[in-house]
């Protein structure tokens, strides 16, 4: 069992910058796949970005502006989000896998931390 928890989400002026941390339980979190999803109102939870090991992969809408990253030391994955769009606000989610295979799809993932609002103000 892995418990997730999202934090470092706020509101934030267009072309700013803002970090997630996601705080993971489990003495296994190495070898998770760990992502970001987001999830804006009235829309489908959408992939943002996914690191397996050392690899990376990001939405194309993404790409260039946030970066994900692990600290397996602290079982704690971060994103960091840079030149925010209004069209980043949504409700940003964690989330783990124990597959090999990287997935991108909600559905194929385990576990889910509660979520962080972030809002992008124009």
């Known amino acids: 069992q892995v418990q997730l928890t999202e934090s470092g989400g706020g509101l934030v002026q267009a072309g700013g910058s803002l970090r997630l941390s996601c705080a993971a339980s489990?003495?296994?979190?190495?070898?998770?796949?760990m992502a970001w999803f987001r999830q804006a109102p009235g829309q489908d939870r959408e992939f943002v970005a996914v690191?397996?090991?050392?690899?990376?992969y990001y939405a194309d809408s993404v790409k260039g502006r946030f970066t994900i990253s692990r600290d397996n030391a602290k079982t704690t994955v971060y994103l960091q989000m840079n030149s925010l769009k209004p069209e980043d606000t949504a409700v940003y989610y964690c989330?783990?896998?124990?597959?090999?295979?990287?997935?991108?799809?909600?559905?194929?993932?385990?576990?889910w931390g509660q979520g962080t609002q972030v809002t992008v103000s124009s």
């Open positions: 690191i397996k090991w050392d690899n990376t």
């Open positions: 489990g003495r296994t979190f190495s070898t998770y796949a």
């Open positions: 989330a783990a896998n124990p597959s090999d295979i990287v997935r991108y799809t909600p559905g194929l993932y385990d576990y």
